[in-house]
């Protein structure tokens, strides 16, 4: 199983990037999320989305600025992050779970993260 994240790269604060996680090498339709982690802290959640029913969930600071989707016919999920501010600066990751979760425990596989900083 792979989950390969790329859209990362710096952007000044107010700017937008859209993340993408392509997964291969899953046997079955899995819930996906997004998970970051700055510098000396602790592994967050940010979005996630049940695969099948396409349910959404978002940790309350990204609410209405970032937008989490999916392309099922392409293996890919999405994170459009809008409004970014400095404090979203950390590495992003993707995880894929059986059933759409916040908690991060109980996702299987992540992807390698990619850089997001965001500058004043």
């Known amino acids: 199983v792979q989950l390969i994240e790329s859209g990362g790269g710096l952007v000044q604060a107010g700017g937008s990037l859209k993340l993408s996680c392509v997964a291969s090498?899953?046997?079955?339709?899995?819930?996906m999320g997004w998970f970051r982690q700055a510098n000396g802290e602790e592994r967050e959640f940010v979005a996630a989305?049940?695969?099948?029913?396409?349910?959404?969930f978002y940790e309350d600071s990204v609410k209405g600025r970032f937008t989490i989707s999916k392309d099922n016919d392409n293996d890919t999920v999405y994170l459009q992050m809008d409004g970014l501010k400095p404090a979203d600066t950390a590495v992003y990751y993707c995880?894929?779970?059986?059933?759409?979760?916040?908690?991060?425990?109980?996702?299987?596989?992540w992807g390698q993260g990619t850089q997001v900083p965001v500058s004043s």
């Open positions: 989305i049940g695969w099948s029913d396409s349910r959404t």
């Open positions: 090498g899953l046997f079955t339709r899995y819930a």
């Open positions: 995880a894929s779970t059986s059933v759409a979760s916040t908690g991060a425990n109980v996702y299987d596989y």
